[in-house]
């Protein structure tokens, strides 16, 4: 055998091992890839069987549970003398009934929510309005205690110390709401006698230019004249079985008039018909 010959055939018996171990590779690899997935479907195979076994069993305790519920829902139908049928439909009927009740509810709450709203609105108005009348109220009360701060009080034309003066209307009423005395408001004209409280007045004289009058009073049957009297000036006189000490304020003159009240003692007899 020639040398080529030789190297030819070490060459294929090499190539042929080759061939031979990577067979046994592939087939080894292949005996290891079986061996694992059977294991593995081995494992699926318990779990699906344990997991159909479960099935069956939860199965089996469904049907035992509708059995009963049957049996109770027959029971109780029976029992109350209705059907399967018309249990349900008393059941809807339920149903139904609260499903609108509790629409009403609803319904019922949002009207609710409505008239609390409005009547928290009217609450807030009327504390506006409150807070607004008591600023008045302060307001007033504050004019008031200026105005009664600004009365005077002074000597009669008969030397007796007079009670508050009014000079005008809004002053008057001051003193009437005080309430110590009783007052009588009158308006004269010139040679026009008139009763005022429980005597008789009668204008005779209206100085506008030097704001001076003159006038007669009538009381207990005598005539008593007040002669060049001053605007807001009291004019003081005697009257009555008791004395009583009377105050005549003339506090606004014009031409042939006089306007002013008569200050008389609480204790002072009332006229039938007062003018106040």
């Known amino acids: 055998m020639s040398d080529e010959a ?3 055939q070490r060459s294929f018996s090499g190539a042929f091992l080759g061939l031979v171990v990577a067979a046994l590779l592939i087939g080894l690899g292949g005996l290891i890839w079986s061996y694992t997935l059977s294991n593995r ?6 779990q699906l069987t344990q997991a159909q076994l479960q099935n069956d069993k939860l199965g089996q305790e469904l049907e035992e549970t509708n059995a009963r519920l049957k049996v109770a829902t027959e ?3 029976q029992s109350v003398g209705l059907t399967q049928k018309q249990l349900e439909a008393r059941a809807n009927d339920l149903l139904r009934r609260q499903q609108a009740d509790a629409k009403r ?8 929510q409505k008239q609390i709203g409005a009547v928290s609105s009217d609450v807030s108005s009327v504390k506006t309005d409150v807070g607004g009348v008591k600023t008045d109220v302060a307001q007033t009360k504050t ?3 200026n105005t009664e701060a600004q009365l005077q009080s002074m000597k009669g034309d008969l030397g007796v110390q007079s009670g508050l003066i009014a000079t005008n209307h809004s002053e008057l009423e001051i003193l009437k709401h005080k309430g110590d005395r009783n007052y009588y ?14 005597v008789g007045l009668e204008l005779k004289k209206a100085d506008t230019k030097h704001s001076r009058y003159t006038l007669n009073v009538y009381a207990d049957d005598k005539k008593i004249e007040k002669k060049d009297r001053g605007l807001n000036e009291p004019v003081q006189f005697y009257t009555g079985k008791d004395n009583y000490l009377y105050e005549l304020v003339v506090n606004n003159i014009s031409k042939n008039e006089v306007q002013g009240y008569i200050a ?9 018909n007062p003018s106040h």
Not at 41 to 46: D, N, W
Not at 105 to 112: F, G, K, V, Y
């Open 6 to 8: 030789v190297v030819e």
């Open 41 to 46: 479907l081995t494992k699926a195979e318990t």
């Open 75 to 77: 029971t109780l139908g």
């Open 105 to 112: 509810l609803e319904s019922e709450q949002q009207a609710a």
């Open 143 to 145: 004019e008031l205690q």
């Open 185 to 198: 408001e009158f308006t004269l004209r010139k040679n026009q006698r008139q009763a005022v409280s429980t």
């Open 264 to 272: 008389t003692p609480k204790a002072a007899p009332v006229p039938v």
